[in-house]
């Protein structure tokens, strides 16, 4: 069964923090995806990658860097954490359709 | 924006009733998913729906496509109290795997 894994699962961190959320996928697909979601505004893309090295920029990247560093693995940075980032952020991997969610890492910026 | 309406939708319905939900895009799009998230939990796909399908069934589900109006809904028979969920629809374009989701619908069935 496909499987994606996130962690942490909750994170607490102080503006201007330095803050890296994880996302592991055992599905062998090509794509993974980082979206945060917030109340009223659904899902939105922030980074997006097709394969290890490979960066592609979303809808909302500003503050956030990102990078694939196998198949398997993608990571999302926030090198100065702010306020406006406290939100609820998943990570999801597809290939070619359907999109698989891990459980999603809760970020509270104090 | 890609989508039409922006605001989270919410509708509340008795159990056994059939549901609507709907929703529009702006930009040209390949296909159409629909998704299920339940409290707690990342979303889950119900439905792919592609450009030269006009309608799509699984189960108690039915989603169209209507490409011409740009429009798509998802639609629920004899609802459950297991079906209360936000509901979303996202859009893939051109390229195949920039996936785009609106901001749902959330539905409450009470028993």
């Known amino acids: 069964e496909a499987a994606v894994t996130q962690s942490p699962r909750n994170k607490v961190t102080v503006t201007g923090g330095n803050v890296t959320l994880s996302c592991r996928q055992t599905?062998?697909?090509?794509?993974m995806y980082w979206y945060r979601q917030d109340t009223g505004h659904g899902l939105r893309l922030i980074h997006y990658?097709?394969?290890?090295?490979?960066?592609q920029i979303g809808d909302v990247p500003d503050g956030y860097k990102a990078t694939r560093t196998t198949q398997e693995d993608f990571f999302l940075l926030l090198e100065l954490a702010s306020p406006s980032q406290t939100s609820l952020y998943f990570c999801?991997?597809?290939?070619?359709?359907?999109?698989?969610f891990g459980p999603g890492t809760r970020l509270t910026v104090l | 924006s890609q989508w039409g309406e922006e605001n989270l939708q919410a509708l509340s319905i008795q159990e056994g009733e059939d549901v609507t939900m709907n929703c529009s895009y702006k930009?040209?799009?390949?296909?159409v998913q629909w998704y299920r998230q339940k409290s707690g939990k990342g979303p889950a796909q119900l439905i792919l729906?592609?450009?030269?399908?006009r309608e799509k069934r699984s189960g108690r589900l039915r989603a169209t496509l209507d490409t011409s109006s740009q429009s798509s809904s998802l639609s629920i028979t004899g609802t459950l109290a297991t079906d209360t969920a936000v509901y979303f629809c996202?859009?893939?374009?051109?390229?195949?795997?920039?996936?785009?989701f609106g901001s749902g619908t959330r539905l409450l069935v009470s028993p």
């Open positions: 999801a991997s597809s290939d070619a359709g359907e999109q698989y």
């Open positions: 599905n062998s697909h090509n794509y």
């Open positions: 990658s097709y394969g290890a090295g490979n960066l």
């Open positions: 930009t040209y799009t390949t296909v």
């Open positions: 729906i592609r450009s030269n399908e």
């Open positions: 996202a859009t893939t374009g051109t390229g195949g795997y920039k996936v785009v």
